[in-house]
């Protein structure tokens, strides 16, 4: 593997073909590269030893557990062979994505003929020998997964679930212009939804300032058990769909009846030619200026499933039908004949036509492929990391708000976030981008639209309607979250930067998609070769507390339960209750390497607690207390402890700690503040966890502990069963229980409110007396109060809606009222802006 | 709400449409209608009193905060003004699906207007005061919520989470030959991957045996913040893509540059009556035997969003704009303009004209609604229960496999479930469907390929070919997830039952759909007009725990950790760990309603444990000791509790059990199994839950408790968090370590395995001595030994692949030995077949 990564400095992409004629040669040996690819794909799945068939087979040499996929290799193995030709004639650097990622010995033989695999894993050398590892190691204990996986050179996708490999491919060609990305469509995989919409990222693509993607459709009939959906339309019918996603389509059939493969070589050469003529003149067009959408042109490959594998096994037809999908002969060892049966088959490509007698692939054939980094195998793209720049940051500080005291100001955080993103942006003008499904304005991002646009290859109807809509920009909208999520992937992956704004309730649909890319991080720390990309940000707003406009169905805060499941390694989930912590801790994101970090912050007017330097301070511990919200004295344990994590909870919690400071003046509170969720965590568990020393001084180990938080209350206790002191621990969170237009309403219809932690600190500490009994029927009734006067008005009791943290400065004298009621009321009369 | 179910009996479906002009009386009735609609719409989002706007308009008649969505609202109203009209002169029962479910108070109004809304909700009378109510509730704390909800009569389909309208709609019209599903796609949901891929449910449609789906594309042009995509590709190219999605697309626009409303309905009406002709056409076709794949009509509308709001405010374009997307003019109280703004819009919609003077809907423009359960509020098919026929379910028992001893036999859970579902589909023949992505094969489910076939209306090539493929199946196979779960939603939502078999991993792509659906029952639990549906019942199989073919991409148990986090009422996990317990298990879900059921059982080989009446037992309980499998003295404690859930658990565990039992004969062991996980949670969390003393009888309160779990650890820890013993209780589960391809080697990956679990027995339990000492010792090395067999041969080790539970009968004899060995040698000798 090159680890060079100037090696492509000046390809000469987008030329034309040399104008002479493609040459028998050139095609007998895009043919043995194909045969070579099969034959080392087949022994992958089957042999044990014997590579190269010097001796006659026998049981020994098979595997006794037959796994992997055949069906869509051969076809995955014919494009590689044919993109080698043109990639070396045309210098065009290309790289290789396979939907169909089940094909994965397909991946890794083709990485072994170009040389990338034995420069990547020494020990897989070009000979006999290491033809002998690379069979054995395949889909076996301690060996090679049997997809394409990070462990395959050449590949940023993952042959797991189904679906992103368009929405990977486009990801990759962003901000790449002179990169083509040949993606494969599996026809199985086209029946997703996510593969099914991200078709139209073709309407997203600047052809000046992105790569190209070459889509290829790879018609081979079946799934697992049928026929696919594409393969079973009339032909006008699916090339109207092309037509209709926006594509210029192109249907190749070849390899049925018995057609030549020299044949179906010639018209498949001349095919692919010709389209990557046609991309080169829309390339050239608009590079002259042309700037109306390109109809891009893609490819319907139709050949039969399992391609060159026996057509008849045992009496039924395999090539050609969903039973070639897997493994076409399910036991080599049981009968002499099957046996034989597969080593006709492997003997059918002539290995040794094509290795040399120390095997080695025959020198005359191994030029087919490019050379160094324009190997797809090799491409530096497809090791991000290689290529990964420094975000240029902004100081974050600068974009401070002012917190002359506690809760002296008013923000809407994201807003804030919003204006350094803009400096991120202006800085970082070719490797920073931000998705979103149509939610950056409401998510209150819109500051950014300062610095740049969003970027739209459809129709324009010109800035009066089209507000911050052009050709080319930094941020994405389409209103899918599978394709926010897999552009962002893509993008990442071949080495840049970006960040993923969405509904908390709504990030849920790409569960999956999150639990991908996390594996493949987690893998790819463990692999010397590949270099860390940057980290997959979230920011997750428009939250389950504040969803006027919407309901229960937009309240959900289970992605941070999801998240957490995976690798301690990997995962990072931050919760800054304002603006200063937002900045603070988005800062560290873009900043971080092979994380995935979740950032759970609201966009509604809401205090502000700290000043920058507090803040910095607050997250870089990730929790502490907060002294000037408590009432705890100086040398002993507090009473009790109240704790919160996320911006509403800590509204929250600050208005009960106000509460019973005042009513309960001689009862020793303790505030904490958690930003970093992972710090609860047990340091054995987390690498951001606390000692256990360190949380029992912080919690204690004997005083309860109300613990107010942003989402499904038991994911505290999931994070800190195992601390001394868990038992006195209560969690307050949302219980699904939803559906009210009013953010008080709503923290009461969860008991997360104010009065109710108040209720539950009484409820706790032992020996309060009966000035805390009246106190507890005083938030009774106000709770009833407060419930009644939103059923009559439709809005938050005033008392409650213009609270403020009481203005005691260091002096302590009071202040003079609630500062920022107004912003607060004035905020609130037309409604959140959810949409 | 009408509660007949016999009042749509025969409605006579699918005429042509009577041989007479369109009157202007009518069309003026259904102009009428709109406005009356339209009028009520914005009622709901903006007036607090003054409904009928009797008086002049103040600011104490407006809410203070104004939520909602009007956007979409118009169109939506035209199209049930039509479709009223339609269905009264066709009889023809129809349901309304509206993928734009933000506007909830288009589908409220028009609910009230054909006096459905009355019916089910008294207070809200036909009168101005019920107008006054109707208007105040919207979006108001304790009324009712912004969007199409359970609470809205008519609907099956939450106007939360976008994509899913047209999967909700086959799965409504899929065994309702005589219903017309008009579904409205949103073009922002349009871009969601579900949605694109949706399109493609017209090839599984049997035109005898189904209803009709009718999708119209609402094409009003704009997002929250952006243009659609489909508004902004060229008409050719949009009406490619619907027909290559195989449709018959009409396009319609109306509304634009000040046309004329009587003529827009005029041109409208007609368009609708030729597409409800071709329609009626098709299915005359169909009943005389064509039974090619007819290229069913769909609509494109195209009007501007927004439509009728006013066109400019504070001098920026509203109406055909973006900015109609939500609440047109945020205001109308803070300025006397605004205010006025308000009522001018109010007005021109001649509220006086349409209400008498008691505000009673004029009784001319009523008439253009069908009567009782044809109007589209009202139809019992919106109200699945209603409609729901009990399944005839064979008696299980008579499927159980024989279980001679525990352990005594093998099986393949999920076939031997296979050939129970293969009678229930036989005796159901038209109210029970098995949706899956291609898997169902593949879960070895085959046998009820015995009874039916896959659905499939794209192209055939004959039964050579297309093995159980047919026009007209019972199992529904689409490489969709989203597709299979949207199909189930709709199916169960409109009264019948299904279940979804799915690789355990990716279940997660549709996380989101199951909160949906999960919210929808909680809330209809509490709306006593909404009557019982049966059960989302799901069969995850291809588990973590034995992924041969595939690998660490294909390993995550967490959906069972997504499920738990919605309420208790509505949620079920079980984990059966033979086919016995299976059978039982599916036999109570089958029966169940209103609750997703989540069950996790593999496909592999493996031992049954417990006869018939065992597990019938086992599974009432939901959890329970397993006498044979322990070691303890009837008299006191155990010295150790050794527990388990999951099927590659609880085999771990037994043959831990056994280890000890031979090795550490005085260690008095419990053996506990859990079937019905929600068992260990507290009795006031779920209405599974065990007591405290129940659960600390059963597990002690002061022995140690080692755990051996099918999924995530700490989920375990989280159910069981406030139990006495909880902090004796030490969970093994997957831990995200991943990718090997031999049953044992994954286990031992995850620390899951006998001799680890013996070792953490030996490292629980004090005071064991020296030779529990040396034992831990041969643990370690078996691990060793084990680890590097697989290295070597690439398959488990014999001692552990062929372990079988000693034959020790009742009268203690030891038995002849590894009765099933072959068969797990032979069922391994071919790897698994995980696609």
């Keep these: 593997m090159s680890t060079q990564t100037t090696g492509t400095a000046a390809p000469a992409a987008w030329a034309r073909r040399p104008d002479e004629a493609l040459s028998d040669e050139t095609l007998t040996r895009v043919d043995a590269w194909w045969r070579a690819a099969n034959y080392l794909s087949v022994g992958q799945i089957y042999l044990l030893d014997n590579p190269l068939l010097r001796e006659p087979l026998t049981t020994e040499h098979v595997k006794p557990r037959l796994l ?45 003929l170009d040389g990338t695999y034995s420069e990547t894993y020494s020990d897989i050398t070009t000979d006999a020998e290491g033809i002998r590892r690379l069979f054995r190691q395949f889909s076996f204990p301690g060996g090679i997964p049997s997809h394409v996986a990070p462990e395959t050179p050449g590949s940023i996708h993952e042959g797991g679930e189904l679906g992103y490999v368009l929405s990977h491919a486009y990801g990759a060609a962003f901000d790449n212009p002179d990169l083509l990305v040949a993606a494969v469509v599996g026809d199985g995989e086209a029946e997703t939804g996510p593969l099914a919409t991200s078709w139209h990222s073709n309407k997203f693509v600047d052809p000046t300032r992105d790569g190209v993607v070459l889509p290829i459709l790879h ?45 179906v070589h010639r018209r498949f050469a001349e095919l692919l030619d010709t389209v990557l003529d046609e991309i080169a003149d829309i390339k050239a067009r608009a590079a002259a200026g042309d700037d109306s959408r390109p109809r891009w ?56 036509e094509l290795f040399t007698a120390d095997g080695a692939l025959d020198p005359d054939v191994a030029t087919l492929a490019p050379a160094g980094p324009l190997r797809m195998s090799d491409n530096p793209h497809t090791n991000g990391g290689l290529l990964l720049r420094d975000l240029r940051l902004p100081d974050f500080r600068e974009f401070a708000v002012d917190v002359p005291r506690p809760a002296g100001s008013m923000s809407e955080s994201t807003r804030v976030l919003g204006q350094w993103l803009t400096e991120v942006i202006r800085r970082n003008p070719d490797n920073f981008r931000i998705f979103g499904p149509d939610e950056t304005a409401s998510n209150r ?18 800035p009066e309607v089209d507000e911050h809509l052009a050709r080319a920009g930094r941020v994405m909208e389409m209103l899918s979250e599978h394709q926010c999520q897999g552009w962002l992937e893509g993008y990442l992956l071949t080495g840049r930067h970006g960040m993923f704004n969405c509904y908390e309730a709504f990030i849920h649909i790409i569960d999956s998609m999150f639990n991908q890319h996390a594996k493949w991080l987690k893998v790819t720390r463990h692999i010397p070769w590949r270099r860390p990309v940057a980290s997959l940000n979230y920011l997750l707003s428009s939250h389950v507390w504040r969803q006027d406009h919407n309901g229960f169905s937009h309240q959900d805060p289970g992605f941070i339960d999801h998240v957490v499941n995976k690798k301690a390694e990997i995962v990072r989930v931050y919760l800054p209750p304002d603006a200063n912590t937002l900045l603070s801790t988005y800062d560290h994101c873009l900043r971080s390497r092979d994380y995935v970090n979740v950032v759970v912050a609201g966009k509604q007017p809401s205090p502000n607690f700290l000043t920058m330097d507090e803040a910095v301070a607050h997250c870089t511990r990730g929790l502490g207390i907060w002294e000037w919200a408590g009432s705890e004295t100086t040398d002993d344990d507090p009473d009790v402890v109240l704790a919160c994590a996320g911006d509403v909870p800590t509204l929250e919690a600050l208005a009960a700690a106000d509460i019973l400071k005042r009513e309960l003046p001689d009862l020793r509170v303790r505030f904490v503040n958690v930003v970093d969720l992972m710090r609860l965590q047990d340091a054995a568990e987390h690498p951001h966890g606390l000692s256990d020393r360190d949380f029992d001084t912080l919690f204690t180990t004997t005083k309860p502990v109300v613990f107010a938080y942003h989402g499904y209350p038991w994911l505290i206790h999931r994070l800190t069963y195992r601390r001394t002191g868990h ?43 009966s000035r805390a009994a009246r106190l507890r029927q005083r938030m009774v009734d106000a709770r009833i109060h407060a419930r009644e006067y939103t059923r009559l008005h439709g809005e938050d009791v005033p008392e409650v809606r213009d609270w403020v943290w009481p203005d005691v400065g260091e002096t302590g004298t009071e202040g003079s009222g609630p500062a920022y009621s107004g912003q607060t009321a004035g905020a609130t009369a037309t409604g959140g802006d959810n949409e």
């Design 68 to 112: 992997g996929h055949w069906g869509t290799t051969p076809g995955l193995n014919f494009l590689y062979a044919h993109l080698n030709r043109t990639i070396a004639e045309r210098g065009q650097s290309t790289i290789y994505l396979t939907g169909p990622g089940h094909g994965g010995p397909g991946l890794v033989a083709n990485a072994y």
């Design 219 to 263: 018609l081979n009939g079946y799934k697992i058990a049928n026929p696919t959906l594409l393969a079973r339309i009339g032909e006008d019918e699916l090339l109207d769909l092309m037509r209709g996603y926006g594509h210029h389509p192109y249907l190749f059939s070849g390899g049925f009846d018995g057609e030549d493969h020299a044949a």
């Design 297 to 352: 042109p893609m490819i319907v490959l139709r050949t039969p499933k399992g391609w060159t594998c026996p057509p008849v096994i045992d009496g039924k037809q395999v090539e050609n039908s969903w039973r070639s999908h897997q493994v076409p002969l399910s036991s080599a060892r049981d009968t002499e004949e099957h046996l034989r049966v597969l080593e006709g088959w492997l003997r059918s490509y002539r290995a040794e």
């Design 445 to 462: 991002l819109q500051a950014v639209f300062e610095a740049t646009d969003k970027q739209w290859n459809a129709e324009l109807l010109g």
């Design 727 to 769: 038992a006195n621990l209560h969690v307050r969170g949302y219980k699904e229980e939803g559906t009210t237009t009013t953010p008080f309403d709503m923290v009461m219809l969860n008991d997360l409110d104010r009065f109710h932690l108040v209720i539950d600190v009484i409820d706790r500490v032992p020996h309060l007396g």
